[in-house]
């Protein structure tokens, strides 16, 4: 068995890992470790210029780029990796972010307890980063993940860090490509003890330092939440598109739906942040002829139905608005072509050819 360089968190051989990359990180961490006066110096000056914090940010798309923005306008010093290289460039350029070639090269920039914190697709990508971070860290550093990931992972990803002495917090980031500029809306869940290391970085991303931020349970409550939290929006949207589909049909009164949308948005009780979007975005198109009628669905909306299912809770307005983003997506209409079919057989219905107007 080989042990980092604190002796703890035991590294098991495994074909998979980069003993190479190992042997200089190590290497790496021990100069770090003997120039331990001067790692503390470079905290003190960070405290002298302001500086919160120092962490990582793993995943630099465009929810991980523009959050690494703002931890670095707020006064956090992000080191930051990503796959394709040019974005660290750029953020290195623009923001003043620390760059890292790779995930053992951001564990060498950070001095324990280390917060990394990743923004990667749910699923294989995630697992995979946490895979390769573990044997790297020592007892006490933080893995947080901000991606949407099911709950369920979490909680086993929360274990297994926790086999290895490594904090792990989940949280559930909403806020989109407006986050940089409005803040995020932050669900989180872990520790208490893993939290507070993290709180610093959780007041620069919200909207301000004593709100849109939570710390809402333990491991997997912060992506539970954010899974529910989807599985709402796909209520409300369809809510809102089936409405203006209705109004839009009413030829007679030649409605104006930008009208309509703006004049909603004020003291209306339905107004909200997605009516100023779609009155926004009808402002400038209403006919919406350049966009195909194709809705993508995520796996929060699918997991929030079978969570439903689970529990025996009622949820029929989350669960047809997943539907219907199906239907959407069906190109081929089989279900409609067997219907027709049926129709014709036992009424003698006719039946539309394909092509047919």
Same mark, same amino acid.
């Given at each position: 068995?080989? &042990?980092?360089?604190?002796?703890? $968190?035991? !590294?098991? %051989?495994?074909?998979? %890992?980069?003993?190479?990359?190992?042997?200089?990180?190590?290497?790496?961490?021990?100069?770090?470790?003997? /120039?331990?006066?001067?790692? @503390?110096? &470079?905290?003190?000056? *960070?405290?002298?210029?302001?500086?919160?914090?120092?962490? @990582?940010?793993?995943? !630099?798309?465009?929810?991980?780029?523009?959050?690494?923005? *703002?931890? $670095?306008?707020?006064?956090?010093?992000?080191?930051? %990796?990503?796959? =394709?290289?040019?974005?660290?460039?750029? !953020? @290195?350029?623009?923001?003043?972010?620390?760059?890292?070639?790779?995930?053992?090269?951001?564990?060498?920039?950070? &001095?324990?307890?280390?917060?990394?914190?990743?923004?990667?697709?749910? +699923?294989?990508?995630?697992?995979?980063?946490?895979?390769?971070?573990?044997?790297?860290? #020592?007892?006490?550093?933080?893995?947080?993940?901000?991606?949407? =990931?099911?709950?369920?992972?979490?909680?086993?990803?929360?274990?297994? $860090?926790?086999?290895? +002495?490594?904090?792990?917090m989940d949280a559930g980031t909403s806020g989109g490509v407006w986050g940089l500029?409005?803040?995020? $809306?932050?669900?989180? +869940?872990?520790?208490?003890?893993?939290?507070?290391?993290?709180?610093?970085?959780?007041?620069?991303?919200?909207?301000?330092?004593?709100?849109?931020? @939570?710390?809402?349970?333990?491991?997997?409550?912060? /992506?539970?939440?954010?899974?529910? /939290?989807?599985?709402?929006?796909?209520?409300?949207?369809?809510?809102?598109?089936?409405?203006?589909?209705?109004?839009?049909?009413?030829?007679?009164?030649?409605?104006?739906?930008?009208?309509?949308?703006?004049?909603?948005?004020?003291?209306?009780? #339905?107004? &909200?942040?997605?009516?100023?979007? =779609?009155?926004?975005?009808?402002?400038?198109?209403?006919?919406?002829?350049?966009?195909?009628?194709?809705?993508?669905?995520?796996?929060?909306?699918?997991?929030?139905?079978?969570?439903?299912?689970?529990?025996?809770?009622p949820t029929p307005v989350l669960t047809l608005a997943l539907q219907m983003r199906?239907?959407?997506?069906?190109?081929?209409? %089989?279900?409609?072509?067997?219907?027709?079919?049926? *129709?014709?057989?036992?009424?003698?219905?006719?039946?539309?050819?394909?092509?047919?107007?």
């Open positions: 068995m080989l &042990s980092n360089i604190n002796g703890q $968190c035991p !590294l098991p %051989y495994h074909k998979a %890992y980069n003993y190479k990359e190992w042997i200089k990180d190590l290497f790496r961490r021990w100069r770090y470790k003997k /120039h331990s006066g001067q790692a @503390a110096g &470079s905290s003190k000056r *960070r405290k002298e210029k302001g500086i919160a914090m120092r962490m @990582a940010m793993v995943g !630099l798309g465009k929810m991980g780029g523009n959050m690494a923005r *703002r931890l $670095c306008r707020g006064g956090i010093e992000v080191v930051g %990796y990503n796959r =394709s290289p040019e974005i660290v460039t750029t !953020l @290195a350029e623009e923001e003043g972010l620390i760059p890292a070639a790779s995930l053992s090269e951001i564990v060498g920039e950070l &001095s324990s307890p280390r917060v990394i914190w990743m923004m990667l697709p749910a +699923g294989e990508a995630t697992e995979h980063a946490v895979r390769e971070l573990l044997p790297m860290l #020592v007892r006490g550093d933080i893995i947080v993940d901000g991606g949407n =990931s099911n709950y369920h992972e979490s909680v086993r990803r929360g274990n297994l $860090c926790a086999e290895h +002495g490594i904090g792990f500029a409005n803040g995020y $809306c932050l669900m989180v +869940g872990g520790a208490s003890e893993v939290v507070a290391e993290v709180i610093p970085a959780l007041k620069v991303l919200a909207p301000a330092p004593d709100r849109g931020w @939570a710390h809402v349970g333990p491991v997997g409550a912060g /992506h539970f939440t954010k899974m529910i /939290h989807n599985g709402i929006e796909y209520g409300m949207m369809q809510a809102f598109a089936e409405g203006f589909a209705l109004l839009r049909g009413k030829k007679e009164f030649n409605l104006d739906l930008a009208q309509i949308a703006e004049l909603w948005r004020h003291s209306s009780v #339905v107004r &909200s942040w997605l009516l100023d979007l =779609s009155a926004e975005a009808l402002k400038h198109d209403q006919k919406l002829e350049d966009v195909a009628p194709y809705v993508a669905d995520s796996g929060e909306g699918r997991w929030t139905v079978e969570e439903s299912i689970a529990q025996g809770v199906f239907t959407s997506q069906d190109k081929e209409g %089989y279900p409609y072509r067997l219907l027709s079919m049926m *129709r014709n057989a036992f009424g003698g219905h006719a039946v539309k050819k394909s092509g047919e107007h």
